[in-house]
């Protein structure tokens, strides 16, 4: 079972010249982010303890639009909070927190159906479940005021 998204096969999301993005963010004294496109795949994966709100922001817009930042914790962290409001994106904050069996359970799925090693320590695991789940769980994201599924129809009309 790989990685399910909301979106139709084919389909490469672009504003403005910049891929759609969903972002996977573990705050804390190592940061680290997972960057996957709304088809599923992974664009990048980083951890850095001198990531600080600017230099993720900057990061992060240097890969394209992110439409959705997702956190693995309920309440969502206020660092969290902070990038999705620069990035003028939604938050994704599951109901409860995630547990590492669960998030486990999301990176091996994904990594065995992928065929790939990518992942260099317990934070970036962790963004890249929080990616992965945000892209699975999320039902409706906005970009410019149209929900995603919408601009896909006049995408795929015109």
Known sequence: ???QTLFPKGFVGVVKNKKLLIAGIDPG???SYALIDIEGRVVKINSSKKLNLESLVSELLGYGK???VG???NPCPRFVKKVAG???AQV???EENLRVKRKRQVNNE???DNKIKLVKDKHQKDALAIALLSARIKEEVVVNKIPIR???EIIEGS
């Open 1 to 3: 079972m790989g990685i």
């Open 29 to 31: 004294e190592t940061k």
């Open 66 to 68: 992110i439409i959705l």
């Open 71 to 73: 956190t693995d914790v």
């Open 86 to 88: 620069a990035l003028k």
């Open 92 to 94: 994704y904050v599951p």
């Open 110 to 112: 994904f990594i065995r």
């Open 150 to 152: 919408k601009a896909v």
